[in-house]
């Protein structure tokens, strides 16, 4: 082809790149892109931490409970740590437009707090973390699981063991 023909070609199919920044620019469905955590769903295995191949994710003891940190400017969006969570605590949206200038660096960052709590039996202080209870015969009800919630992991494994299964 010569450059007449390309360019005329060009000029009835109209143009070919997207519009971004200036406009929408199409995003698959299952692209994967920023990481959302949802403190509420997870267990405090940090399972993620481990297998995060750039050492984005970072979990730390604090106080007032424990802190969990993905620096998205050092992720690269592999999706091991969504794939490995156990209870879909972390999640990869198709937000992939994470341009900032270089001042707002540390500003990249998916930050996310499991509070401690007062354990409601024996009064130890602890993680309110999702109880791992996967495997329960037969599943918790909403009830069951939020009384294992308000526990300390030693008073979990007791009322679980104790748990009262109808024939």
């Known amino acids: ?32 892109g920023r990481i959302e955590f949802k403190a509420e769903s997870c267990e405090g295995c940090r399972i993620c931490e481990r297998v995060c191949p750039a050492n984005a994710i970072r979990f730390a003891k604090t106080p007032d409970g424990m802190t969990f940190d ?10 091991n740590c969504e794939f490995y969570c156990p209870t879909d605590a972390i999640h990869q949206t198709n937000d992939w437009d994470l341009s900032h200038l270089n001042a707002d ?21 602890a993680l309110n973390t999702a109880p791992m209870v996967k495997n ?19 008073c979990r494994a007791k009322y679980l063991k104790n748990r009262k299964v109808p024939a």
Not at 105 to 125: D, R, S, Y
């Open 1 to 32: 082809m010569n450059f007449l023909t390309i360019f005329a070609r060009n000029l009835k199919q109209g143009p070919q790149t997207e519009a971004f920044p200036l406009g929408p620019a199409f995003t698959p469905d299952r692209l994967r």
């Open 70 to 79: 993905c620096w998205h400017n050092t992720c690269v969006f592999c999706g």
């Open 105 to 125: 660096k540390f500003e990249m960052v998916e930050h996310g707090l499991i509070p401690n709590q007062t354990c409601v039996e024996c009064g130890a202080t």
């Open 136 to 154: 329960a015969k037969p599943p918790l009800s909403p009830e069951e699981y939020n009384e294992v919630r308000a526990r300390c992991p030693k």
